[in-house]
C-alpha cells in the first residue's frame, strides 16, 4: 500500500471516530523487506494496512501497536537480535526480538491516534445547547440532536450520550440510547424521574446490564444549578471519567460476552511471541500445539522436534 492511501485510510479513520496506531521505519539495517520512511496502520483489532516488514517483524509491530493503542503512550522499537545492539540501545527504546535472519534490523516509531471524543447530547432545552456549545469548545465532535429525532444509530459504544430531553419524551429517548450500548449514558433529571424511566424501561424488557449503567441524575452534584452550571457539572464528570479511564470499558458483543483478547505463543525455535491460531502455522506434537513464526521455523522444529520441545518446557 503506498504510504500516500495509508494516510488517506488513517484520515478516513479519525473522521470515523476509530482509534487506530500509525507505525513508521525509521531506520533500517539490511537485509530487510522494508524500507526506511514506510508506514502502516494499525487498528484496535489488529489489523495491519500498510507494510511495515516480513514474516518476523510484522507480529511483532502488532503486538506492540496493539499495546500502544491501549496505553495511548507511543513507543520506539528496535527490532532484531539483542546482541546486533550491543550496550548501544538508548534510553526509552525498546528491544524486541525476531530471529528471522533475513530480517536484519528495523527501528520503528508506533504512535496512538485516538480521535476526539464524540459527544451526542439529546433534547431541545437550553442546557443541552449549552452542553454541545462547550464541549465543541473543548475540539469534541458533538452532535446535538431532538429527542423526536434520536435513534441508536445516532450513537456507537464509543459515544458519551446525554439525554436531556426533561420530560419530553424521556423515556423513548433513553431507549434508544440504551440501545446504543454508548461508552456513557447520562439521564437529566432528578433520581425520582429517573427511577420512574428506567422502572418503564426494565417492565419493556431492556438489558438490566445496561439500564443499570445509566446515570441518573447526569453530572457531579452540585446542587441547585442553573442551565449553564448544570451544563458545566456534567462536562466536568466527562473530562474525569476519560481522565481516569473510566470510559474505557470493553463492551460486550452481540452475543452479550466481551470479545477475548487474541491468543499467543512462543515459537519454540526462535522464542517469539507469535499468534496461537491459523496464522501461527500450527503443528501437533505429542499431543501439543506449537505455533511459529515462519515457515522456516516450523521446518526446523520439524527436524528435530524432541530438541525444541524440550527447549520451550525449560523456560
Not at 484520515?11 to 476509530?18: D, K, M, P
Not at 430531553?165 to 432528578?190: F, I, K, M, N, W
Amino acid at each position: 500500500m503506498p504510504d500516500q492511501s495509508v494516510l488517506e485510510q488513517a484520515s478516513e479513520l479519525t473522521r470515523a471516530g476509530e482509534p487506530f496506531a500509525l507505525a513508521t521505519v525509521v531506520w533500517r539495517q539490511g537485509p530487510s523487506s522494508s524500507q526506511q520512511g514506510s508506514r502502516a496502520i494499525i487498528t484496535a483489532a489488529g489489523e495491519l494496512r500498510g507494510w511495515i516488514g516480513g514474516a518476523c517483524a510484522e507480529p511483532a509491530v502488532l503486538r506492540e501497536a496493539r499495546e500502544v493503542i491501549s496505553s495511548g503512550v507511543p513507543r520506539l522499537l528496535l527490532l532484531g537480535e539483542p546482541g546486533q545492539f550491543g550496550g548501544a540501545v538508548p534510553d526509552g527504546m525498546r528491544v524486541v526480538p525476531i530471529a528471522c535472519q533475513n530480517e536484519g534490523a528495523l527501528e520503528v516509531y508506533v504512535e496512538p491516534v485516538v480521535p476526539a471524543p464524540h459527544l451526542v447530547v439529546v433534547g431541545r432545552s437550553p442546557m443541552a445547547q449549552a452542553l454541545d456549545h462547550m464541549a465543541s469548545a473543548l475540539g469534541w465532535r458533538t452532535a446535538l440532536v431532538p429527542g423526536e429525532e434520536f435513534t441508536s444509530a445516532d450513537a456507537s459504544e464509543r459515544s458519551m450520550v446525554v439525554v436531556a430531553t426533561q420530560g419530553h419524551g424521556d423515556e423513548e429517548a433513553l431507549e434508544q440510547a440504551v440501545r446504543a450500548r454508548p461508552a456513557y449514558l447520562g439521564l437529566v433529571g432528578s433520581r425520582r424521574r429517573g427511577a420512574a424511566v428506567l422502572g418503564y424501561l426494565a417492565e419493556r424488557g431492556l438489558d438490566p446490564e445496561q439500564l443499570g449503567r445509566v446515570r441518573v441524575p447526569a453530572g457531579l452534584d452540585l446542587g441547585r444549578t442553573t442551565h449553564q452550571e448544570i451544563a458545566v457539572a456534567i462536562l466536568a464528570e466527562l473530562v474525569q471519567l476519560r481522565a481516569s479511564g473510566g470510559l474505557a470499558r470493553r463492551q460486550p458483543t452481540a452475543a452479550g460476552e466481551p470479545d477475548e483478547p487474541a491468543a499467543e505463543a512462543v515459537d519454540p525455535v526462535c522464542g517469539m511471541t507469535v499468534a496461537a491460531g491459523s496464522s501461527g502455522r500450527p503443528l501437533i506434537h505429542d499431543g501439543q500445539a506449537y505455533y511459529f513464526c515462519s515457515a522456516r521455523c516450523r521446518r526446523e522444529f520439524e527436524r528435530d522436534p524432541a530438541a525444541h520441545a524440550r527447549k520451550e518446557s525449560r523456560c
